[in-house]
C-alpha cells in the first residue's frame, strides 16, 4: 500500500501545476499518471495563453467581460474575476519557470490576437504553446522531485465515510493493482472527446476522471455544453489553431465569399468560438460548403509568416491534408474540441465530495459557461491548478491517519479478473465507436429533443450491452485492451450526463444551440445543470449563475 | 487498398513465442501507419500493445522503426512508405529495452534527460515582470523546444548502440536549449558536464539523428554548436577538442591531414597509456607500407590558406 497526503490523478498542465505547488508547500504530495506527463493532452493547445497584464495597459475587467459574453452568461462571475486577476502573475511566473515566450522588438512577451476578445492578451509559443508549457512544468516537477507514479492507471477512488482517501491502481507495465492511500485527491484528468467521434482530442482523453467523480456522487455541471471547434480536419478531427484566424486567416465558402460579416460583422472570424461553428455549419447545411467543409484561407498571410509564426498549422496541413498553407485554402469543418462541463468545484475546486478535488477540463469552476473563449483553457489550469493544491494540501492537514482498509482493491481485483474470464463477444472499440458517433449526431452543433432523445436511447442500450464487452488480452503486461474496456465504462458515465444536461436545459444558450428553443430564456435558464447519477440513471438538478457586476445583454459579435 | 504490415510481436510472459505477425487489412489513402495500426489493435487482434495519444505529431508517444528506420507513425502515411503495397516492417524503437510487442521502456531516455539538469536556473533577483530576452533568442529556442521526446533520435542513434552511456541526441539538444537561453545563469557548469566522457565529444555525427527527427530539431546540430560553445568557454582538455584545433592547424598550414599528427594531438602528447594502446594499429600500418611517415602536402597550399583567411576573417 502506498500512501500520501495529497494525490493528484493526471499530469498535464493541471495536475503538474497542482504538483508544483503541493511540493512547494512542502506536503507529502504524488502525481498518478496513465501516460507520461509529458505525453498529456495539454500538448495539443496550439494557440495561446489569455492574460490581461495591467502594466501593458490591459484591465482585468476587459478580460472577465469577454470571458462572460463568451461563456452566454453561464460563467460564475466571482470565479471570472478571480481567474482574470490572477492570470498576469500566472503568466509571469511561466515565463520566469522558463517558458520561451514570443517576445516583441523591446524584448516583451509579445501577443496575438484571439477570438471573442476586444484586445490582443494571446501570449503564445509559435503553436505549440501547450506543448511549450506542459515540458516546462515537467522541467519544474523534475527540479521539485516531485513523485510520478508513471504509466500507472486510476481505475476507482477509495471512497471511506463518505470521504474521498485514495485510489486503486493498475501499474500497466507489470498489470499489478495496488491501493494509493491519501487524505486529499485532486482530479486533473482533462477531458472526454473519445466520448464523440470525430474529435480533436486524444485517444487518451477519455474522461475516467469524470465518471469516477459521478459514480462518488459529486455532481457534473453543465456537462451539455460541448465545444465545437470551428477548425478541425474532416475524418480525423486534428485540430487547426484559432492562431490561424488570430493572425488573419479567412474562412470562406464556397463561393468564396466571407460569410463571417453576415453572422458577426463586428469580429468577423474572431467571434467566440460557438459563432463561428453555428456559421459554418449552417453555410454547409444551406449548401454553401465543399464536401461538407468550408475553407480556411492564410495564403494573404505570406509564406515567411505562415512558417514562422504558424510552424505547427503547416507541419499538419502539409503531412495530414498534402496541402501548402501559403498556396492553398484548406478544408476544414466544426469539430468537438472540448467539454465546459464538468466536476463542480468552487474556486478552490473542492466537489461536493470531501477530499476530492478537480482542476482543469475535467473541473467545472465554472470560467467557461456555456462556450469557453480560445486560449483560456490554459489560463485554468494553472490559475485552478495552483488554487486546488493549496486548498487540498491544507484540507490534508485536517485528516488523521490513512486507514488500512485495502476493501476497494478486492473490489477491484475482482472487477479486473470479471472483464478478462468473459467469453469473446462485443470488442470495447467497436461499442465506443457505436457510441461516439451516437453522440456527435444528437448533440451536435445543432441538436433538437428528437436529436437529443435518440442520443439517450442509444447511450442507454450501451450502457446495457456494456456487460458483454470481453477482452482479447489475456496478459498482465502493458495490456491497453483490458483499460480501453474500462474506459469505455467511464465514457458511458460521461455520455449519459451530457445527454441528461442537454435534455434538461430547454433553451439555447452558448454551445447549447436547440433549433426547437432557439432563444436563451434568461428568466428560467440563468442556471447550471447538476447531473448526479441516480442509481443506474441520472437526476438533473439546477443552481442560479453568480452574477456580480455583468447583467447579461443580448450577445453580438 | 490492402496493405500488409508484419510486425515485431513480444510477450514478455511467452518470450519463446514471439517474432513477426502479419496483418493484412484495409487501407484509405489517406491512412496513416498508425491508422492501421489501430485498425489492427480495434479489428483484428485486441493482444497487440503499442503507445499512442495524439494522432497530430505533438504527444511523442508513437516513435517505432518502419522498415527499419524510427518514425512518428501518426504522420507517416502507408503509401508514402509503401507506394506499391509493399509489405511494411514495423518495430520497436531502438536502443531501449523492449516491455512487450512496440511499447518500449523509456527509463534511460528520462534518466538522461535528468542528468542534464533540464530546468532554468537564473540567479540573481527574480524580476518584478518577465525576463527582458531579445525576440531573436527566443525565436531561436523554439526549434529547440519542438522537441516532443518522442525518442526517434535515441532509437536510431549508432553511438548509443555500441556505448549505451553516451547522453544521446535527445538530453543534449535538451542541453544546448538552457546553454543558449539567456535567461540561464549555469552555462558555464552546464559546458563544463557536457564536456565530459558521454557528453557531446562523443557524437560520431553519422546525422541520424537529424535524418529521423520527426520535428526537426536538428539534434546533431545542437551538438556541434556545443562542441564549439564548449571550446570558446575554454574547456579545451579532452581529446576532441585537441582533435578539432590539431585537424584545422593542420589543414591550415599544409592544406592536407597530418593524419599522425593528429592522432597524437588528439589523445595528447603525454598520453603515454593512449599512445601505447594504439601502437598495434600503427605497426599494422607500416607492415602494410600504409604508415604516413610525412606529412602530405596539398599542391596549392596558399588557396586553402586563404579560405581559412576568409572563414577565421568573418
Same mark, same amino acid.
Given at each position: 500500500?502506498?500512501?500520501?497526503?495529497?494525490?493528484?490523478?493526471? @499530469?498535464?498542465?493541471?495536475?503538474?501545476?497542482?504538483?508544483?505547488?503541493?511540493?512547494?508547500?512542502?506536503?507529502?504530495?504524488?502525481?498518478?499518471?496513465?501516460?507520461?506527463?509529458?505525453?498529456?493532452?495539454?500538448?495539443?493547445?496550439?494557440?495561446?495563453?489569455?492574460?490581461?497584464?495591467?502594466?501593458?495597459?490591459?484591465?482585468?475587467?476587459?478580460?472577465?467581460?469577454?470571458?462572460?459574453?463568451?461563456?452566454?452568461?453561464?460563467?460564475?462571475?466571482?470565479?471570472?474575476?478571480?481567474?482574470?486577476?490572477?492570470?498576469?502573475?500566472?503568466?509571469?511566473?511561466?515565463?520566469?519557470?522558463?517558458?520561451?515566450?514570443?517576445?516583441?522588438?523591446?524584448?516583451?512577451?509579445?501577443?496575438?490576437?484571439?477570438?471573442?476578445?476586444?484586445?490582443?492578451?494571446?501570449?503564445?509559443?509559435? @503553436?505549440?504553446?501547450?506543448?511549450?508549457?506542459?515540458?516546462? *512544468?515537467?522541467?519544474? @516537477?523534475?527540479?521539485?522531485?516531485?513523485?510520478?507514479?508513471?504509466?500507472?492507471?486510476?481505475?476507482?477512488?477509495?471512497?471511506?465515510?463518505?470521504?474521498?482517501?485514495?485510489?486503486?491502481?493498475?501499474?500497466?507495465?507489470?498489470?499489478?493493482?495496488?491501493?494509493?492511500?491519501?487524505?486529499?485527491?485532486?482530479?486533473?484528468?482533462?477531458?472526454?472527446?473519445?466520448?464523440?467521434?470525430?474529435?480533436?482530442?486524444?485517444?487518451?482523453?477519455?474522461?475516467?476522471?469524470?465518471?469516477?467523480?459521478?459514480?462518488?456522487?459529486?455532481?457534473?455541471?453543465?456537462?451539455?455544453?460541448?465545444?465545437?471547434?470551428?477548425?478541425?480536419?474532416?475524418?480525423?478531427?486534428?485540430?487547426?489553431?484559432?492562431?490561424?484566424?488570430?493572425?488573419?486567416?479567412?474562412?470562406?465558402?464556397?463561393?468564396?465569399?466571407?460569410?463571417?460579416?453576415?453572422?458577426?460583422?463586428?469580429?468577423?472570424?474572431?467571434?467566440?468560438?460557438?459563432?463561428?461553428?453555428?456559421?459554418?455549419?449552417?453555410?454547409?447545411?444551406?449548401?454553401?460548403?465543399?464536401?461538407?467543409?468550408?475553407?480556411?484561407?492564410?495564403?494573404?498571410?505570406?509564406?515567411?509568416?505562415?512558417?514562422?509564426?504558424?510552424?505547427?498549422?503547416?507541419?499538419? @496541413?502539409?503531412?495530414?491534408?498534402?496541402?501548402?498553407?501559403?498556396?492553398?485554402?484548406?478544408?476544414?469543418?466544426?469539430?468537438?474540441?472540448?467539454?465546459?462541463?464538468?466536476?463542480?468545484?468552487?474556486?478552490?475546486?473542492?466537489?461536493?465530495?470531501?477530499?476530492?478535488?478537480?482542476?482543469?477540463?475535467?473541473?467545472?469552476?465554472?470560467?467557461?459557461?456555456?462556450?469557453?473563449?480560445?486560449?483560456?483553457?490554459?489560463?485554468?489550469?494553472?490559475?485552478?491548478?495552483?488554487?486546488?493544491?493549496?486548498?487540498?494540501?491544507?484540507?490534508?492537514?485536517?485528516?488523521?491517519?490513512?486507514?488500512?482498509?485495502?476493501?476497494?482493491?478486492?473490489?477491484?481485483?475482482?472487477?479486473?479478473?470479471? *472483464?478478462?474470464?468473459?467469453?469473446?463477444? *462485443?470488442?470495447?472499440?467497436?461499442?465506443?465507436?457505436?457510441?461516439?458517433?451516437?453522440?456527435?449526431?444528437?448533440?451536435?452543433?445543432?441538436?433538437?429533443?428528437?436529436?437529443?432523445?435518440?442520443?439517450?436511447?442509444?447511450?442507454?442500450?450501451?450502457?446495457?450491452?456494456?456487460?458483454?464487452?470481453?477482452?482479447?488480452?489475456?496478459?498482465?503486461?502493458?495490456?491497453?485492451?483490458?483499460?480501453?474496456?474500462?474506459?469505455?465504462?467511464?465514457?458511458?458515465?460521461?455520455?449519459?450526463?451530457?445527454?441528461?444536461?442537454?435534455?434538461?436545459?430547454?433553451?439555447?444558450?452558448?454551445?447549447?444551440?436547440?433549433?426547437?428553443?432557439?432563444?436563451?430564456?434568461?428568466?428560467?435558464?440563468?442556471?447550471?445543470?447538476?447531473?448526479?447519477?441516480?442509481?443506474?440513471?441520472?437526476?438533473?438538478?439546477?443552481?442560479?449563475?453568480?452574477?456580480?457586476?455583468?447583467?447579461?445583454?443580448?450577445?453580438?459579435? | 487498398?490492402?496493405?500488409?504490415?508484419?510486425?515485431?510481436?513480444?510477450?514478455?510472459? &511467452?518470450?519463446?513465442?514471439?517474432?513477426?505477425?502479419?496483418?493484412?487489412?484495409?487501407?484509405?489513402?489517406?491512412?496513416?501507419?498508425?491508422?492501421?495500426?489501430?485498425?489492427?489493435?480495434?479489428?483484428?487482434?485486441?493482444?497487440?500493445?503499442?503507445?499512442?495519444? !495524439?494522432?497530430?505529431?505533438?504527444?511523442?508517444? !508513437?516513435?517505432?522503426?518502419?522498415?527499419?528506420?524510427?518514425?512518428?507513425?501518426?504522420?507517416?502515411?502507408?503509401?508514402?512508405?509503401?507506394?506499391?503495397?509493399?509489405?511494411?516492417?514495423?518495430?520497436?524503437?531502438?536502443?531501449?529495452?523492449?516491455?512487450?510487442?512496440?511499447?518500449?521502456?523509456?527509463?534511460?531516455?528520462?534518466?538522461?534527460?535528468?542528468?542534464?539538469?533540464?530546468?532554468?536556473?537564473?540567479?540573481?533577483?527574480?524580476?518584478?515582470?518577465?525576463?527582458?530576452?531579445?525576440?531573436?533568442?527566443?525565436?531561436?529556442?523554439?526549434?529547440?523546444?519542438?522537441?516532443?521526446? !518522442?525518442?526517434?533520435?535515441?532509437?536510431?542513434?549508432?553511438?548509443?548502440?555500441?556505448?549505451?552511456?553516451?547522453?544521446?541526441?535527445?538530453?543534449?539538444?535538451?542541453?544546448?536549449?538552457?546553454?543558449?537561453?539567456?535567461?540561464?545563469?549555469?552555462?558555464?557548469?552546464?559546458?563544463?558536464?557536457?564536456?565530459?566522457?558521454?557528453?557531446?565529444?562523443?557524437?560520431?555525427?553519422?546525422?541520424?539523428?537529424?535524418?529521423?527527427?520527426?520535428?526537426?530539431?536538428?539534434?546533431?546540430?545542437?551538438?556541434?554548436?556545443?562542441?564549439?560553445?564548449?571550446?570558446?568557454?575554454?574547456? &579545451?582538455?579532452?581529446?576532441?577538442?585537441?582533435?578539432?584545433?590539431?585537424?584545422?592547424?593542420?589543414?591550415?598550414?599544409?592544406?592536407?591531414?597530418?593524419?599522425?599528427?593528429?592522432?597524437?594531438?588528439?589523445?595528447?602528447?603525454?598520453?603515454?597509456?593512449?599512445?601505447?594502446?594504439?601502437?598495434?594499429?600503427?605497426?599494422?600500418?607500416?607492415?602494410?607500407?600504409?604508415?604516413?611517415?610525412?606529412?602530405?602536402?596539398?599542391?596549392?597550399?596558399?588557396?586553402?590558406?586563404?579560405?581559412?583567411?576568409?572563414?577565421?576573417?568573418?
Amino acid at each position: 500500500m502506498h500512501q500520501h497526503d495529497v494525490l493528484i490523478i493526471g @499530469a498535464g498542465l493541471a495536475g503538474l501545476r497542482a504538483a508544483v505547488e503541493a511540493a512547494r508547500m512542502g506536503v507529502d504530495a504524488a502525481v498518478v499518471t496513465k501516460v507520461h506527463p509529458v505525453r498529456s493532452h495539454s500538448n495539443a493547445a496550439q494557440g495561446g495563453i489569455n492574460a490581461p497584464l495591467t502594466d501593458r495597459g490591459d484591465e482585468w475587467e476587459g478580460h472577465a467581460l469577454d470571458t462572460i459574453k463568451g461563456s452566454d452568461y453561464l460563467a460564475d462571475q466571482d470565479a471570472v474575476e478571480l481567474m482574470s486577476r490572477e492570470a498576469g502573475a500566472a503568466i509571469i511566473e511561466l515565463e520566469h519557470m522558463g517558458v520561451i515566450f514570443s517576445r516583441n522588438e523591446d524584448g516583451q512577451l509579445g501577443t496575438r490576437r484571439f477570438g471573442g476578445q476586444k484586445v490582443a492578451r494571446t501570449f503564445f509559443v509559435g @503553436a505549440i504553446t501547450g506543448s511549450a508549457m506542459l515540458h516546462v *512544468l515537467y522541467e519544474q @516537477a523534475i527540479k521539485l522531485d516531485v513523485n510520478i507514479y508513471e504509466e500507472w492507471f486510476v481505475s476507482n477512488l477509495i471512497i471511506e465515510d463518505g470521504a474521498c482517501r485514495g485510489v486503486v491502481a493498475m501499474n500497466i507495465h507489470s498489470g499489478e493493482l495496488h491501493t494509493i492511500k491519501a487524505k486529499a485527491v485532486i482530479m486533473a484528468t482533462g477531458g472526454a472527446g473519445r466520448v464523440f467521434e470525430p474529435s480533436t482530442n486524444a485517444l487518451i482523453c477519455t474522461g475516467e476522471g469524470l465518471g469516477l467523480a459521478y459514480r462518488a456522487g459529486a455532481p457534473l455541471m453543465d456537462m451539455e455544453m460541448i465545444q465545437y471547434h470551428p477548425t478541425t480536419l474532416a475524418g480525423s478531427g486534428i485540430l487547426l489553431s484559432e492562431a490561424a484566424r488570430g493572425e488573419g486567416a479567412y474562412l470562406l465558402n464556397s463561393e468564396g465569399e466571407r460569410f463571417m460579416k453576415t453572422y458577426a460583422p463586428d469580429y468577423l472570424e474572431l467571434a467566440s468560438r460557438d459563432v463561428v461553428s453555428r456559421a459554418e455549419q449552417t453555410e454547409i447545411n444551406e449548401g454553401r460548403g465543399i464536401d461538407g467543409n468550408i475553407l480556411l484561407d492564410l495564403r494573404h498571410l505570406g509564406r515567411q509568416f505562415i512558417e514562422e509564426r504558424l510552424g505547427y498549422l503547416q507541419e499538419v @496541413a502539409v503531412e495530414f491534408l498534402g496541402m501548402d498553407l501559403a498556396e492553398q485554402p484548406v478544408p476544414i469543418r466544426p469539430g468537438m474540441h472540448y467539454i465546459m462541463g464538468g466536476i463542480k468545484t468552487n474556486v478552490d475546486g473542492a466537489t461536493e465530495v470531501p477530499g476530492l478535488y478537480a482542476a482543469g477540463e475535467t473541473a467545472n469552476v465554472s470560467v467557461h459557461g456555456g462556450n469557453r473563449l480560445g486560449a483560456n483553457s490554459l489560463l485554468d489550469t494553472v490559475v485552478f491548478g495552483r488554487r486546488a493544491a493549496v486548498a487540498a494540501a491544507e484540507y490534508a492537514r485536517t485528516v488523521g491517519l490513512h486507514s488500512s482498509d485495502e476493501s476497494m482493491l478486492e473490489l477491484e481485483k475482482k472487477r479486473y479478473q470479471d *472483464l478478462l474470464d468473459r467469453p469473446a463477444d *462485443l470488442r470495447s472499440a467497436h461499442v465506443r465507436r457505436e457510441m461516439a458517433e451516437n453522440m456527435t449526431a444528437g448533440i451536435g452543433v445543432f441538436r433538437d429533443q428528437a436529436s437529443i432523445d435518440g442520443a439517450i436511447a442509444k447511450v442507454e442500450e450501451l450502457r446495457g450491452v456494456y456487460a458483454r464487452v470481453a477482452v482479447e488480452n489475456k496478459g498482465k503486461v502493458f495490456n491497453t485492451d483490458l483499460m480501453s474496456a474500462i474506459e469505455l465504462e467511464y465514457m458511458l458515465d460521461v455520455a449519459q450526463a451530457v445527454c441528461a444536461g442537454a435534455d434538461a436545459r430547454k433553451e439555447s444558450r452558448g454551445a447549447h444551440f436547440r433549433t426547437d428553443m432557439p432563444e436563451r430564456d434568461d428568466e428560467n435558464w440563468l442556471k447550471h445543470t447538476l447531473v448526479y447519477k441516480d442509481g443506474d440513471g441520472a437526476r438533473v438538478e439546477t443552481l442560479d449563475v453568480t452574477i456580480t457586476n455583468w447583467q447579461p445583454v443580448e450577445r453580438v459579435y | 487498398m490492402e496493405q500488409t504490415l508484419r510486425v515485431k510481436r513480444f510477450d514478455p510472459e &511467452n518470450p519463446g513465442a514471439s517474432g513477426y505477425q502479419e496483418y493484412t487489412i484495409e487501407v484509405e489513402e489517406t491512412s496513416t501507419i498508425l491508422d492501421a495500426l489501430i485498425k489492427i489493435r480495434e479489428e483484428i487482434d485486441g493482444t497487440l500493445s503499442l503507445r499512442c495519444s !495524439c494522432r497530430a505529431s505533438i504527444c511523442g508517444s !508513437c516513435a517505432m522503426r518502419v522498415n527499419g528506420q524510427a518514425k512518428l507513425v501518426c504522420k507517416t502515411r502507408v503509401n508514402a512508405v509503401a507506394p506499391n503495397g509493399e509489405t511494411i516492417t514495423i518495430d520497436p524503437p531502438g536502443n531501449m529495452p523492449v516491455i512487450t510487442d512496440l511499447v518500449v521502456d523509456f527509463k534511460p531516455f528520462w534518466d538522461k534527460m535528468r542528468a542534464v539538469e533540464p530546468y532554468l536556473r537564473p540567479e540573481g533577483p527574480v524580476p518584478e515582470t518577465e525576463y527582458i530576452a531579445s525576440a531573436e533568442s527566443m525565436d531561436h529556442l523554439v526549434g529547440v523546444v519542438n522537441c516532443i521526446m !518522442c525518442g526517434a533520435c535515441v532509437s536510431d542513434c549508432t553511438v548509443l548502440e555500441v556505448d549505451s552511456n553516451f547522453l544521446g541526441p535527445a538530453a543534449l539538444a535538451k542541453a544546448y536549449r538552457f546553454v543558449q537561453d539567456p535567461r540561464d545563469s549555469h552555462k558555464q557548469d552546464r559546458l563544463s558536464v557536457l564536456n565530459n566522457y558521454s557528453g557531446v565529444w562523443d557524437c560520431t555525427r553519422c546525422m541520424q539523428c537529424v535524418e529521423v527527427c520527426p520535428k526537426d530539431v536538428n539534434p546533431m546540430g545542437r551538438i556541434m554548436k556545443l562542441r564549439d560553445l564548449a571550446m570558446e568557454a575554454g574547456f &579545451n582538455n579532452t581529446s576532441g577538442s585537441r582533435h578539432t584545433e590539431s585537424f584545422a592547424k593542420s589543414v591550415k598550414k599544409n592544406g592536407r591531414l597530418d593524419e599522425t599528427k593528429l592522432a597524437v594531438d588528439s589523445m595528447g602528447r603525454f598520453n603515454v597509456p593512449a599512445l601505447l594502446d594504439s601502437a598495434p594499429v600503427g605497426l599494422r600500418a607500416m607492415r602494410k607500407g600504409k604508415f604516413p611517415w610525412k606529412a602530405h602536402k596539398s599542391s596549392e597550399p596558399e588557396m586553402v590558406k586563404r579560405v581559412f583567411e576568409k572563414v577565421e576573417g568573418e
